[in-house]
Structure formats: structure tokens, C-alpha cells
């Protein structure tokens, strides 16, 4: 007897043999900590992205402030980042001392309005932390001509392109994540990349705490492991497949909701997507997203609101209506190369059901 079919997950990673056989050969090999591995992903990541070095840490969040710290960010400097993301920048500028100023998005890309920006900054402005949200590169060119470092947070989007350049080459720093369910999975880690090789300098001297020749109370251990590195280093050689992938699936969910008045990702023009998340908008208002989240939930599909609360409702902010309505409307669809296609087709069926 054959039960209810597993339900389809919102994000999964895609992990097989090949990722197998590397944590294996690390095992073996005694040296699990930070050693060879991790200095072998730094240049994978580094060329990846075509930036002269990285710095591999414990997390994408340990990645922000440790990119702030070398930017030599802290007490009332100001750091401008958008409300529509996870809480993740947010924390990395609150722990450098330093003060958020959040902003609007833009309603069409989910990313960073650069008009919103520009009022918000100020003499003591230190740098924009620029997310790159869904696959999506933000507005790069407005952002730049605004003259303030940018910290590209590539956390959800890697080899997409702005202006025929790619996303983690413009901003004097870049933050990566490799949490297990990001684009490349090693289980959790981070990375900050550079082209300076002081900043990058900088970054491997406060990664970690011992061997020094004095006490200070800002070093900390924000390593990544061996174990994590040969994880990201297989996740790597597969990026070519799961970029495409993942555009096949974009593409089926395309053709299959825009006839039913569901409101697809933007690609506005000069950008590319990379479809980390394929996030949809209510076709109308009258359903609730809440109501139509259980209800696939119920159909056995797991769909999610991308950004789980914008920051400025944490903290009691008015003012930011993009981020409200893609808080009220926007909902984040299964996508991940791991996901089959009857599972893709068990998507777009509950969403039709769903809908009254
Ligand atoms: C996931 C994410 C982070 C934080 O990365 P962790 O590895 O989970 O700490 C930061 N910024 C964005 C945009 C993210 O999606």
C-alpha cells in the first residue's frame, strides 16, 4: 500500500555521491578543522566570482560583520541596508556598535530602492549593505553613483549579471553564504571576498583569536571547517547545473502560473536571474496569503513567505510601503536543482487548487 506522497519541501539541498566521497577523503585524512580544504574553496569562491582572494568563516552572518569590522566600521557610524531581508545585516551592524538605517525596496526587484537610499545617508554613512535578493541582482549602477562603499551580500545570488558585470564584483566587499540550503550548500559557512589585499588581510587576522601577540577582546573564532570547505568546493564544479536547473524550473513555473494571474519575478532590464527563490505575487486580493499558504500546505506543498517579518515591523517603523505589500502579497515557491519535475507539477496543481 502506497501512502500520501512525501510533501515537497520548500528548500532542500542538493547534495549525491560526489559530496559523499569528499567528506569521506577528509575523514580519512585526519585534518577536519580549518586547513588545505578551506584555503582551496577561498580560490574556488575568489575565482568564481572573479575577486583576487576570500576569507572563509563560520557563517554569512559572521561574513557581514567581519566585513564591516575590516572596513573598520563601529560606535555611531551608520550603516544603510533595506528592511525587506532577513535579520542577518541587521545583526552584523548592531554588533560592530554601529547604527541601521533601514530602507524602502524597490517593489519590482525586492531590492534596495537607490531613490530611498539617498535621503538616508549621511556624513556619518559608512557603507550600504546591498542584498542581492532571490537571484536577482540589486541595482548596482544607481547604487554605485551614490559614492558610499557597497557590501554586496551574495547570499542568495551568485553568477547573475547587472550591466554585463557580474554580482560580487562591484561593492569594495563581498559576503557569501554557504548555509545548506543556499545556492552552493556546505552545511553552514561564510566568506567575505576582496580585491584588496589588505582588507583580505585584515579579514584572516580578526577570523580568528589564537597565536597573538597580545590579548583583544574584538578577536574571535569564526572559522569554517575542512569538512564544510570539501562540501563547497564539490558544490562549486556543479554550479553550471544548478544554474540551469534551476532557470528549467523557473521556466515551467512561468509558462504554467502567468495564465492564471499570478504576478511573476520582474527581470528588469540589463540584469539576469538565477531563480535562488521564485517568489510570486497574489493574482488578487481576494484571497489572504496566510489562508492560501495553508492551503497548499494542506495539498502537501510547502510554500513560504520570503522574508519572514521585514525589519522596520520589528522595530515599529512607518513609512515603507514596498516592503508592506511584498510582505502582504509575495509568497516563495519550492525551487532547488534537487526538485524533480512531478514534484515542480504538484507545485503549480496546488497552487491551482488553492486559489478560490
Ligand atoms: C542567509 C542570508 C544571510 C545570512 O547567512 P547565514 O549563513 O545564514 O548566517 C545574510 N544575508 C542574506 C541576504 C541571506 O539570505
Redesign the pocket.
Known sequence: MSGPAAPVFHSRPTLGDEEVSALTAVIASGQVAQGPRVEAFERAVASLLGRRGGVAVS??????ELALLVLGVGTGDEVVLPSY??A??WLAVRRVGAVPRIVDIDPASYALDPAAVKPALSPRTRAIIV?H?FGLPADLTALQSLGVPLIE?C??TLCATERGRQVGTVGVLT?C???AT?FLCAG???MVLADDPALLEKGRALREYDERPALRPDAFNRKMTDLQAALGIIQVGRIGEFVSRRAAIAQAYGAALAPMGWHLPAVPAGRTHVYYRYVVRLPSDAVRLDDLLRRVEQRGVHCRRPVFRPLHQYMDLAGYPASEEAHARALSLPIYPALTDEQVRRVIHALQEALP
Do not use: H
Request: charged content about 15%; proline content about 9%.
Open positions: 557563517s554569512g552572518t559572521a561574513a557581514l531581508v532577513c542577518a545585516p542584498p535578493l551580500d547570499a542568495q559576503v553564504s554557504f548555509y543556499k553552514e559557512g561564510g
